[in-house]
C-alpha cells in the first residue's frame, strides 16, 4: 500500500510539473498585421492576425478606432468606433452585445494616433478615448485585456525616444485628468527599418526594442513591470525605401530570431497581403500577392514560425565582389543579373532597363550595383519616358555609403529631368550646379559620361561637356553605384564602367547571400 502511495505522489508530482511547465511556455510569437491569412500560410496554432476595419469572434485581438480615419480613408464609420468629438462610442448597444457573446478578447485601443493620416488624435484625445473603452468593456467582461496603441516611428534610438515621449505625456494626462493610472496590460509599439539598417540586426535590437522593455518595466514606478510587449507592425516599411524580398527574407531569418529573445511577446508582420492596391506598391512586404498566391517572403516567415525558437545566427557583415576592371550591361538577357540589386520598385530589363512605375507614394525607386567604386569612367544611355511633373527626375547615384541608401545623403546623384535640365547634387549641399536645357529633347536617350577623379566630377552629355566640379570638402571617397528614378518612367541602357588605375578598392570574397 506504501509503495502504491508512492507512486501515486509521483505521479501527480509529475503531472503538475507537466502542467506548470505547459502554463510556463509561451506562446508563439510569429502573427500576422491584417486579416485572412494565417491559414493560407500554415501558420502554427496560436500565431494571431488581427483586423484594422473588423471585429471577428475567430480571433483573439480587436482593434477600436475613431471615426476620424474613417473619414480619412473614405470609409463608413464603425459601430464600435469612437466619435472624437462627442467621447462617446458610435453604438454603444450593439458593442455592449457584442463583447457579451465575445469575452476574453484583447482590444488593441487605436493604431497610429499620433499620424494624421491615421487615428489622426491629440494625446489629450487619445487618452480620452482611451478611458472611454476601457470603462465600457472592462464593466462588461472583467476578463478582457487592452493594448495601449502604437505609435508612428522606425526603430533608432530617435524613434525610441519619440514613442517613450508620446506615452509618457498620455500616462501623466489620464492620471491627472481621470485620477487614477491608466490600465495598460499590453505596451505595444510599430517596429519598421529602412534599408540602410537591415545589416546590422543587433543594433535594431540594442538602439530601439530592448530600451522599449526596458523603460516599460520602469513606468508609474513599476506597474507595469509584468505587462506584455507586442510589435504590431515590423519589420521593413517600404515607403522608407523598397527592398528586394530575397533581402527581406534575408534579414528576417537574422532579424527575428534576436527578436525572440529581445523581451517582446508577440509580433505582427505587415503587410499580410497586397490586396487592396492593383499597383503593387506594398507587394515587396507582402505574405501574400495580389493574386492571393504566397510570396516567397510568405513562405520564409511561415517557416519560422513552424520553426521557433530558433538559435541566434550570426549576422556577418557584408564583403563585397572585388570591383571589376571594366563592367558593362545592355540589358538584352530579359532578367537581372546578379550584379543589380533591386532596392526598390519594380525595374525590368526589356532590352533596356525600365523602372515604370510614376505614382510611387514615396521617395524614389534604386537599383544599386553591387562593386564599389572610387574614381571611375562611367557611360551609359539615359531617357525620361513620360512623368507627370517636369520636376522629376531619372538619374545615377555614386559614392553611396551603403547598397540600401535611398538617397543622395551619403554620395552624389547626376540626374536629368524630363525639360532636358541635368543637374549634379549631393545631400549635404543641396544642388551644387543645374543645367537647364543641357539636352534636348531628354524623352529620347541621351548618352551621359560621368568621370570622377579624386574628388574631381566631370560631365558630358552626348559628348559635350557640361560640368567639371570638385568637392573641396573631399567627402564620399568611395562607393556603391545605382540607377534611380524619381516619380517617372525612366530608361536606361548600354550601361559602362572602366575602374580607373587611382581607384583604391578593397577586394574581397563575397558574402551576399544571394
Given at each position: ?21 505547459d502554463a510556463?511556455?509561451?506562446p ?5 498585421a491584417?486579416?485572412?491569412v ?8 496560436g500565431?494571431?492576425?488581427y483586423?484594422w ?10 482593434m ?24 462617446e ?8 452585445a457584442w463583447?457579451?457573446?465575445n469575452p ?22 487619445y487618452?480620452h478615448?482611451y478611458?472611454t ?12 485585456k487592452?493594448c ?18 508620446w506615452?509618457e ?15 495598460v ?19 535594431i ?11 516599460r518595466?520602469?513606468v508609474g514606478?513599476?506597474?507595469y513591470?509584468n ?19 530575397r ?23 505587415y ?5 487592396n492596391?492593383p499597383?503593387?506598391?506594398w507587394?515587396?512586404?507582402s ?11 510568405g ?11 530558433h538559435d541566434v545566427?550570426?549576422a ?6 572585388p570591383?571589376?576592371r571594366y563592367f ?18 519594380k525595374?525590368?530589363?526589356d ?16 537599383l ?7 574614381d ?10 513620360n ?35 541635368i543637374g ?7 544642388t ?5 536645357n ?13 568621370q570622377?577623379?579624386?574628388w ?9 561637356p ?10 564620399f571617397a ?7 528614378i524619381?516619380?517617372?518612367d525612366?530608361?536606361f541602357?548600354?550601361?559602362?564602367i572602366t575602374?580607373?588605375p587611382g ?12
Amino acid at each position: 500500500m506504501g509503495r502504491f502511495t508512492g507512486l501515486m505522489v509521483l505521479l501527480i508530482m509529475l503531472s503538475a510539473s507537466a502542467v506548470l511547465s505547459d502554463a510556463k511556455t509561451p506562446p508563439n510569437p510569429y502573427g500576422v498585421a491584417g486579416w485572412g491569412v494565417l491559414k493560407k500560410l500554415g501558420m502554427p496554432s496560436g500565431c494571431l492576425d488581427y483586423d484594422w476595419n473588423g471585429l471577428h469572434p475567430d480571433t483573439l485581438c480587436q482593434m477600436c478606432r475613431p471615426n476620424h480615419y474613417y473619414n480619412q480613408v473614405g470609409a463608413p464609420t464603425r459601430w464600435w468606433g469612437y466619435n472624437e468629438i462627442t467621447g462617446e462610442i458610435n453604438d454603444p448597444t450593439q458593442f455592449a452585445a457584442w463583447i457579451a457573446a465575445n469575452p476574453g478578447r484583447v482590444w488593441i485601443i487605436g493604431n497610429e494616433p499620433d499620424l494624421a493620416s491615421q487615428d489622426g488624435l491629440t494625446r489629450e484625445q487619445y487618452a480620452h478615448m482611451y478611458k472611454t473603452y476601457y470603462d465600457f468593456i472592462s464593466q462588461r467582461d472583467p476578463t478582457a485585456k487592452f493594448c495601449i496603441a502604437a505609435t508612428t516611428g522606425g526603430s533608432t534610438k530617435g524613434a525610441f525616444n519619440n514613442a517613450k515621449s508620446w506615452y509618457e505625456y498620455v500616462l501623466n494626462y489620464y492620471k491627472k485628468a481621470f485620477g487614477k493610472p491608466m490600465h495598460v496590460d499590453i505596451w505595444n509599439i510599430h517596429s519598421y527599418c529602412g534599408p540602410a539598417q537591415i545589416e546590422d540586426p543587433d543594433k535594431i535590437i540594442n538602439e530601439f526594442v530592448v530600451p522599449f522593455v526596458k523603460w516599460r518595466r520602469t513606468v508609474g514606478r513599476g506597474r507595469y513591470a509584468n505587462a506584455e510587449v507586442w510589435i504590431t507592425e515590423l519589420p521593413i516599411g517600404e515607403w522608407m525605401g523598397a527592398l528586394d524580398q530575397r533581402w527581406i527574407i534575408w534579414f528576417a531569418q537574422r532579424y527575428l530570431p534576436r527578436l525572440e529573445r529581445a523581451g517582446v511577446s508577440r509580433w505582427f508582420w505587415y503587410v499580410s497581403r497586397d490586396w487592396n492596391d492593383p499597383s503593387g506598391d506594398w507587394s515587396a512586404a507582402s505574405l501574400v500577392r495580389t493574386d492571393g498566391t504566397v510570396s516567397p517572403l510568405g513562405h520564409a516567415y511561415a517557416a519560422l514560425a513552424r520553426t521557433y525558437p530558433h538559435d541566434v545566427p550570426p549576422a556577418s557583415p557584408y564583403v563585397p565582389a572585388p570591383t571589376p576592371r571594366y563592367f558593362r550591361d545592355d540589358f538584352s538577357s530579359e532578367s537581372i543579373a546578379n550584379s543589380w540589386m533591386i532596392k526598390a520598385g519594380k525595374w525590368a530589363p526589356d532590352g533596356v532597363m525600365r523602372q515604370s512605375r510614376m505614382n510611387y507614394h514615396w521617395w524614389g525607386e534604386t537599383l544599386p550595383l553591387q562593386y564599389i567604386y572610387g574614381d571611375f569612367d562611367m557611360t551609359l544611355k539615359m531617357r525620361v519616358n513620360n512623368t507627370t511633373d517636369n520636376a522629376n527626375w531619372a538619374g545615377v547615384f555614386f559614392h553611396l555609403a551603403g547598397r540600401f541608401h535611398t538617397t543622395n545623403d551619403s554620395g552624389y546623384l547626376l540626374f536629368m529631368r524630363k525639360n532636358g535640365a541635368i543637374g549634379l547634387s549631393n545631400g549635404p549641399d543641396g544642388t551644387i550646379q543645374e543645367i537647364p536645357n543641357a539636352v534636348t529633347d531628354a524623352t529620347q536617350f541621351q548618352t551621359i559620361r560621368i568621370q570622377m577623379v579624386g574628388w574631381r566630377i566631370r560631365v558630358w552629355a552626348n559628348s559635350n561637356p557640361i560640368m567639371d566640379w570638385t568637392d573641396a570638402n573631399k567627402r564620399f571617397a568611395s562607393g556603391y553605384t545605382a540607377l534611380c528614378i524619381y516619380k517617372t518612367d525612366s530608361s536606361f541602357d548600354d550601361i559602362h564602367i572602366t575602374n580607373l588605375p587611382g581607384t583604391k578598392v578593397k577586394a574581397g570574397r563575397t558574402a551576399n547571400p544571394l
